[in-house]
């Protein structure tokens, strides 16, 4: 096993502006994705007043104030690459904060602010891991990735980390964290060999639950846009037309119209019934990529679209339908207004 080594800002910085725009934003969708995970897995908040909605990350933080779009701020001004956006569960308050201000503005205890700050910590650390593996030359193990796909290793495992990953890092070739290279590698084997497993009622269970955690992710993603448009502008009535819409759009061409509205309900569905309901959701989110189009002050929310839609190997075709159109109209009405 390769050992984990920090890099220091200025060598991080110079390997990352080696990269192709599309391979920084795939590797902050890959630190979202995994803060994300962190987050509803180990219910960082769950004694406190606050309620985690999203973060988002700036992916060009790193040229400071020269890059295109916006930049992220704390509620105290600073500059941020990472904002986590939390809502108070008492009085509906929002607040943006940096990783180092949760207990300064929210008055979350320090033990728990010292717990999210060691995770995401790790999370940069894995990070600093693969941009480590792209300077030394390392590239995306397209082969193996490829053997797998055609040989069906990852049907019914569409949800998994592992396939996310690669689906978003062979868009943009860059190289695997070696422990997910190793798993990939011993799925080969293991297809060649025909040695590959049928899934037990136990791994079924715990694929429903990987897509039921997926679900919850891009339920709170399309719930971060939401509030993010209302705040922008978006009036209620409005945003619930856009809503309906997304929803409606999302069901288009399906023979049942049954819909989850909680994650939890995943795990008591079949497994076709479950990856089922992550299509519908996916859809729904490829909605608002339709609909926000080449907006300048939705383009991080849109780059972060796109890569949640790449990482489940999602393409976004243009739609003539009424709820697009609608929905369009009304993003370009706020435009015209600001």
Same mark, same amino acid.
């Given at each position: 096993? +390769?050992?984990?080594?920090?890099?220091?800002?200025?060598?991080?910085?110079?390997?990352?502006?080696?990269?192709?725009?599309?391979?920084?934003?795939?590797?902050?969708?890959?630190?979202?994705?995994?803060?994300?995970?962190?987050?509803?897995?180990?219910?960082?908040?769950?004694?406190?007043?606050?309620?985690?909605?999203?973060?988002?990350?700036?992916?060009?933080?790193?040229?400071?104030?020269?890059?295109?779009?916006?930049?992220?701020?704390?509620?105290?001004?600073?500059?941020?690459?990472?904002?986590?956006?939390?809502?108070?569960?008492?009085?509906?308050?929002?607040?943006?904060?940096?990783?180092?201000?949760?207990?300064?503005?929210?008055?979350?205890? +320090?033990?728990?602010?010292?717990?999210?700050?060691?995770?995401?910590?790790?999370?940069?650390?894995?990070?600093?891991?693969?941009?480590?593996?792209?300077?030394?030359?390392?590239?995306?193990?397209?082969?193996?990735? *490829?053997?797998?796909?055609?040989?069906?290793?990852?049907?019914?495992?569409?949800?998994?980390?592992?396939?996310?990953?690669?689906?978003?890092?062979?868009?943009?070739?860059?190289?695997?964290?070696?422990? *997910?290279?190793?798993?990939?590698?011993?799925?080969?084997?293991?297809?060649?060999?025909?040695?590959?497993?049928?899934?037990?009622?136990?791994?079924?269970?715990?694929?429903?639950?990987?897509?039921?955690?997926?679900?919850?992710?891009?339920?709170?993603?399309?719930?971060?846009?939401?509030?993010?448009?209302?705040?922008?502008?978006?009036?209620?009535?409005?945003?619930?037309?856009?809503?309906?819409?997304?929803?409606?759009?999302?069901?288009?061409?399906?023979?049942?119209?049954?819909?989850?509205?909680?994650?939890?309900?995943?795990?008591?569905?079949?497994?076709?019934?479950?990856?089922?309901?992550?299509?519908?959701?996916?859809?729904?989110?490829?909605?608002?990529?339709?609909?926000?189009?080449?907006? +300048?002050?939705?383009?991080?929310?849109?780059?972060?679209?796109?890569?949640?839609?790449?990482?489940?190997?999602?393409?976004?075709?243009?739609?003539?339908?009424?709820?697009?159109?609608?929905?369009?109209?009304?993003?370009?009405?706020?435009? *015209?207004?600001?």
């Amino acid at each position: 096993m +390769e050992k984990l080594v920090t890099l220091t800002v200025k060598h991080r910085r110079e390997i990352i502006q080696k990269l192709t725009p599309r391979q920084v934003e795939a590797l902050s969708e890959f630190t979202r994705f995994t803060i994300l995970s962190k987050f509803h897995t180990r219910h960082y908040l769950k004694n406190t007043d606050w309620q985690f909605i999203g973060m988002m990350i700036d992916p060009y933080y790193h040229q400071a104030h020269s890059h295109h779009g916006e930049n992220l701020y704390c509620d105290c001004g600073r500059r941020l690459k990472n904002q986590f956006i939390l809502r108070s569960r008492s009085s509906g308050r929002q607040l943006r904060l940096g990783i180092t201000h949760f207990q300064q503005h929210a008055s979350i205890p +320090e033990k728990v602010a010292k717990e999210i700050q060691a995770g995401v910590n790790e999370i940069h650390l894995y990070m600093d891991s693969i941009l480590q593996r792209y300077a030394a030359g390392h590239s995306f193990p397209h082969a193996a990735f *490829d053997y797998a796909v055609k040989h069906g290793g990852f049907i019914n495992r569409e949800s998994t980390i592992l396939y996310q990953r690669c689906q978003l890092f062979a868009n943009v070739n860059l190289p695997l964290y070696q422990t *997910d290279e190793l798993a990939l590698r011993q799925l080969v084997r293991e297809l060649k060999s025909g040695t590959r497993p049928r899934l037990t009622k136990k791994q079924i269970l715990q694929l429903k639950e990987t897509i039921a955690t997926d679900w919850r992710q891009l339920e709170q993603q399309l719930t971060l846009i939401q509030f993010q448009l209302s705040e922008a502008g978006v009036t209620g009535q409005d945003l619930h037309r856009i809503k309906s819409n997304g929803i409606n759009y999302a069901l288009q061409r399906r023979k049942s119209r049954f819909l989850v509205h909680q994650w939890k309900e995943i795990t008591d569905l079949t497994l076709n019934k479950a990856r089922a309901q992550l299509v519908i959701k996916l859809r729904e989110l490829a909605f608002y990529a339709l609909i926000l189009g080449d907006e +300048e002050k939705f383009s991080l929310q849109q780059a972060q679209i796109c890569q949640s839609l790449a990482a489940h190997h999602i393409s976004v075709k243009g739609s003539r339908s009424f709820g697009v159109r609608e929905a369009q109209k009304i993003i370009e009405e706020l435009s *015209d207004v600001s």
